[in-house]
């Protein structure tokens, strides 16, 4: 019972350890800065005459993060543990708050900003007077580094805020990302909480692999999208697919309502260790100009890099067909298909598309997805098993029920089959029972069929 605790015990100490030598360095060189730039005496003529502890072969979260994303290199190191010192060591920054006797402020070159507790808050500018001093040349280098093609941007490692241009970039809070926090320091992948600013919510199910249940040619569809998800890293590197095909998987899930399309998504990204997030488009559709690309393009924000599986439900309401350019607003309404298009095409994960009618969807999309599934009605078959799922526990039927024949007469999707279920086992209960007659399920089937309007 104990080793599990023992294991995680284990590897936090290897994470702390590392991160404690890292911290200890950057004090260091934080405290080199301030002197050579003062001019006073310290042994060293430059900060990088401090060399950063080796991270070549640990184990360690943050060892592993920076490699994996080539962030090994001194000025990309004193940067993050910059970002990360608010989080784990907030007094190693204390030093930049020294006043300015002449002026009676804070020195203007340590940059930064005020934060509630008292402490200090660095911005670019720190990571500026740090690494370069007053060296204008070495400035201009370290702009470099923060470019959206270099590692620190294009790992999502920083939430900077650049939108006045590289001017403005110096006076940027240098801040880890939310959804990189828990990778850096112990290895937890982030899970964010559903909100305005990040309208998902993370889908799971109690069901199994082996208990969805599709017809031969739908799961055999449906394997392939796995097996992407399964071999991907594969394809890419050996077989180096990577300079032909673009990263991400885009799919469209199309059939009646109730067929099993989001519980496919959600057992995909079960069975390949992938979280899966339906987004809500009520709160990502809006009728304010722009405000639609930028809900969803904070979605696609957290989850590039992140694997996940994104599922967009009743997908029409978003991808739906542009319409002929007849006013400003549906020139509007064609950008914002266009951009949604864009950002789909560049996520490195898998979308899934959902929708009743594949002819709802604009064309512009249609082209891009490597399947399209059709989920049809259950047959009878399907329908029996569907049945036995949703009564698994011996004894739960009366004598009277013969699931062969409630298959071949009702022909009921897979969401009914659960409602009849569940509506069927309430009624057994309220009268006393323990278990569920054929009068119940048929009474049951009856509610299914009168909300679809197939009986009055």
């Not at 079960?270 to 969803?296: F, H």
Request: net charge negative.
């Amino acid at each position: 019972m104990n080793a599990p605790f023992s294991h995680n015990h284990n590897h936090n100490h290897a994470d702390a350890h590392v991160l404690e030598d890292e911290l200890a360095w950057a004090a260091g060189v934080i405290e080199a800065s301030i002197k050579l730039y003062f001019g006073h005496e310290c042994g060293i003529a430059d900060v990088r005459e401090l060399h950063a502890p080796a991270l070549e072969h640990s184990e360690a979260a943050y060892a592993r993060l920076l490699r994996e994303h080539g962030l090994l290199g001194f000025d990309a190191r004193v940067v993050l543990i910059l970002a990360l010192a608010p989080h784990l060591r907030p007094q190693l920054l204390d030093h930049f708050l020294m006043r300015n006797v002449h002026y009676e402020r804070g020195f203007t070159e340590f940059g930064g900003l005020p934060v509630t507790h008292g402490g200090f808050q660095p911005t670019v500018e720190t990571a500026a007077f740090v690494l370069c001093g007053e060296n204008v040349a070495r400035r201009l280098e370290l702009l470099e580094l923060f470019q959206p093609g270099q590692p620190l941007r294009r790992a999502g490692l920083l939430e900077l805020d650049d939108a006045k241009g590289p001017q403005g970039l110096f006076a940027s809070p240098l801040a880890i990302h939310p959804q990189q926090l828990g990778r850096l320091t112990t290895g937890a992948d982030f899970q964010p909480e559903y909100s305005p600013a990040f309208p998902a919510r993370r889908l799971e199910t109690a069901l199994d692999w082996d208990e969805l249940v599709l017809n031969d040619s739908v799961m055999d569809e449906v394997e392939e999208i796995r097996a992407w998800i399964e071999h991907r890293d594969t394809l890419f590197h050996d077989w180096q697919l990577a300079r032909h095909v673009k990263p991400g998987y885009r799919s469209l899930f199309y059939g009646p309502p109730g067929t099993g399309k989001t519980l496919t998504a959600c057992l995909l990204g079960k069975v390949c260790g992938r979280d899966v997030y339906r987004i809500d488009l009520s709160m990502v559709v809006s009728k304010y100009i722009g405000e639609t690309e930028k809900n969803l393009g904070r979605v696609f924000d957290y989850a590039q890099g992140r694997s996940w599986i994104l599922f967009f439900d009743e997908a029409d309401a978003l991808f739906g067909k542009r319409t002929q350019t007849s006013s400003s607003n549906d020139r509007y309404a064609n950008q914002e298909v266009a951009y949604l298009l864009q950002r789909v095409e560049d996520f490195d994960g898998v979308v899934i598309l959902a929708t009743n009618l594949k002819s709802n969807i604009d064309e512009a999309f249609a082209r891009r997805f490597q399947s399209m599934v059709y989920f049809p009605m259950p047959d009878a078959d399907e329908r029996e098993a569907l049945w036995r799922q949703a009564f698994v526990q011996a004894g739960r039927l009366a004598p009277d029920v013969d699931l062969v024949r409630l298959a071949r007469e009702h022909e009921i999707s897979g969401a009914a089959v659960s409602n009849v279920a569940r509506h069927a086992a309430l009624m057994a209960l309220r009268r006393g029972s323990d278990q569920v007659s054929l009068a119940d399920l048929r009474q049951g089937i009856q509610r299914e069929m009168r909300k679809e309007g197939k009986i009055m």
